[in-house]
């Protein structure tokens, strides 16, 4: 799929821009602080109604204003298809093709988008809780249902605290009500593990060999977590839930908390034996979360029949040249990219001939070359 326009109103620095992208590649470049990563996350929020970069829905809205809209058209396996988003200080409203989406479920596995920025570095430096966030995403724009069962298990998991704080209070004693919930969290939990389990596997189909492609080194891999070990694929694995719940059940109460689960599963990244959060170099640790993302973008192929708009900010600093032309492998005009640079000039000549090329300028985009689709 890809993106065939895009309109914002009010959008951080944009006051309107009205922009025609390239089914291919693109580029925008301009000096910093001029609407560069602006834009990017405009795409981001029409796909995925959030911003990436974890801030409120109200720093989106220009500052001043009361509201921003974004409207992009984009083209699905040859049928053009529109999406809306409107946000002000109060609500969100969603449309797809005009129509209102209430459901979010519904609505971000529409158009698939998958982004790389300097910050995504966090994705191997930060918490766990970053990591659940992030894959919970990209499961979800894949598999509608992955969302609905992680909501589910959020707000069981919410009553079972609740209950394990009474307990503790003693305010209520009723072990089979506690046991009710186990039981419902043990459902959505198997599922949640074996779907990560699946994902995960999916992205070491191709991790590996791209992380080679680009490094010149073996052995990159990406490893599930769970919070516990145990056989995802155990016939009885109800029972073994069941038994480690029961044998926490005094820890539990006391901490008024569930203390495992896939609220609390991890993973992690490895260049063989070294888990690259501690021993990785900052280049290492972006090529690692670039081959996690486009290993991504051929999951999508293979399982949902079209491909995802990838969006690529500022990914060639910090590589040495070696490593720039060997990821240029990686952005072809089979799938749309948009890239973001400071420096048009540093890129390779080969790659600008066959892009369509913006300039921005303090929120104003400015066509500079047109692409021919052969080229
Ligand atoms: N809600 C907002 N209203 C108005 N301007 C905003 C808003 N949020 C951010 N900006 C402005 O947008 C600009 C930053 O844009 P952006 O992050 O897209 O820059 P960039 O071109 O990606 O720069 P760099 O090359 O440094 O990454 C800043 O000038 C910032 O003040
Ligand atoms: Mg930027």
Redesign the pocket.
């Known amino acids: 799929m890809y993106i065939k326009k895009l309109k914002l109103h009010n959008f ?2 944009y006051k309107s821009l009205n922009v025609t992208l390239t089914k291919g590649i693109n580029i925008i470049y ?1 000096e ?8 990017l996350e405009s795409i981001y929020v029409l796909g995925i109604t959030k911003s990436h970069r974890n801030f409120i829905d109200n ?5 001043g204003e009361e509201y921003l809209t974004i409207e992009g058209t984009f083209n699905d396996n040859s049928l053009d298809n529109k999406l809306n988003i409107y946000i002000d200080n109060k609500s969100k409203v969603l449309k797809y093709n005009n129509n209102a989406v209430k459901k979010i479920s519904d609505y971000i596995s529409i158009m698939n988008i998958i982004i790389f920025y300097p910050d995504d570095l966090e994705l191997i430096k930060g918490s766990p809780q970053d990591r659940r966030k992030y894959i919970n995403l990209e499961i979800s724009q894949l598999y509608r249902n992955y969302f609905i069962a992680i909501n589910e298990y959020n707000k069981i998991l919410k009553l079972r605290n609740e209950y394990l704080k009474k307990m503790n209070k003693g305010i209520s004693r009723d072990k089979s009500y506690l046991d009710i919930l186990t039981g419902y969290l043990i459902d959505r939990s198997i599922f949640i593990y074996k779907m990560r389990d699946k994902f995960i596997n999916k992205v070491n189909l191709y991790c590996s060999n791209i992380y080679k492609d680009i490094m010149n080194l073996d052995g990159f891999k990406v490893v599930y977590k769970p919070s516990i070990e145990f056989d995802i694929n155990d016939s009885n694995i109800k029972e073994i839930l069941k038994k480690q719940y029961d044998k926490r059940l005094e820890y539990d109460i006391k901490l008024s908390m569930t203390t495992f689960g896939p609220h609390k599963d991890d993973i992690e990244f490895y260049l063989n034996d070294k888990n690259l959060k501690y021993y990785g170099s900052q280049g290492q640790q972006k090529v690692a979360i670039l081959s996690l993302k486009l290993s991504e973008v051929e999951i999508f192929k293979k399982y949902k029949q079209t491909t995802p708009i990838l969006l690529l900010d ?1 990914i060639f600093s910090e590589l040495d040249d070696k490593k720039k032309n060997n990821l240029l492998k990686y952005i072809n005009k089979d799938i749309q990219t948009i890239i ?1 640079t ?1 420096d048009v000039n540093n890129l390779d000549s080969r790659l600008i001939k066959k892009s369509k090329l913006f300039k ?1 300028n303090d929120g104003n985009i400015i066509k500079i070359k047109e692409v021919k689709l052969d080229e």
């Open positions: 951080r620095n301009g910093n602080a001029q609407g560069k990563t602006n834009l720093s989106l809205i220009k500052k500022d973001t400071t921005i």
